[in-house]
């Protein structure tokens, strides 16, 4: 009877790891990968062969990693422009769940230090601007630009990007 239960039990363990196996895949594509430019003046391009310089971003800058089309890397980045770049100009840096990344849809997003509009006024982030919300609590969510900078803004001025 020993012998039975062991088959049982190792059948309906393989059983798991097959049933679980599609979800983990699952999770594992709702992250966005985030790279970090590692060349200075990498020019970003509206497309992959020949483009149109869109910008040039500075050595160190991270953009969400979008997409590849043969040696061009499709990239977003924090101020929301999106365009190829040279993959060799480019080097892993971390990944995030894309349900935590949003958009600023009003004209621009004042950011604070804590959770109130009195209190002292880091900056702003742009239309079209990506953060990382890390905490929504009431009204006030707590945001990273993929710059590092960090502080609290209004939700209402935000949009999911996906």
């Known amino acids: 009877m020993g012998k039975l239960r062991w088959k049982a039990l190792v059948g309906v363990a393989l059983a798991l790891v097959f049933l679980t196996a599609p979800l983990s895949a699952l999770a594992a594509a709702k992250t966005v990968n985030i790279l970090k430019v590692s060349a200075d003046g990498a020019r970003l391009r509206d497309a992959a062969s020949g483009g149109e310089v869109l ?3 500075p050595k160190g800058a ?3 990693y979008l997409g590849r089309s043969g040696g061009m890397a499709y990239v977003c980045t924090e101020r929301g422009v999106k365009g190829y770049v040279y993959a060799g100009y480019l080097e892993a840096y971390g ?6 990344i949003y958009y600023v849809k ?3 997003l004042a950011v604070y230090q804590s959770a109130s509009a009195s209190s002292k006024r880091l900056g702003s982030i742009p239309k079209n601007g990506y953060i990382l919300l890390y905490k929504a609590d009431g009204n006030w969510g707590y945001i990273k630009t993929l710059s590092g900078k960090a502080g609290y803004v209004l939700l209402s ?3 999911k990007a996906a």
């Open 106 to 108: 009003s004209t621009s």
């Open 95 to 100: 990944a995030v769940r894309l349900a935590n």
């Open 62 to 64: 991270k953009v969400f």
């Open 157 to 159: 001025g935000l949009k």
């Open 55 to 57: 910008t040039t971003l």
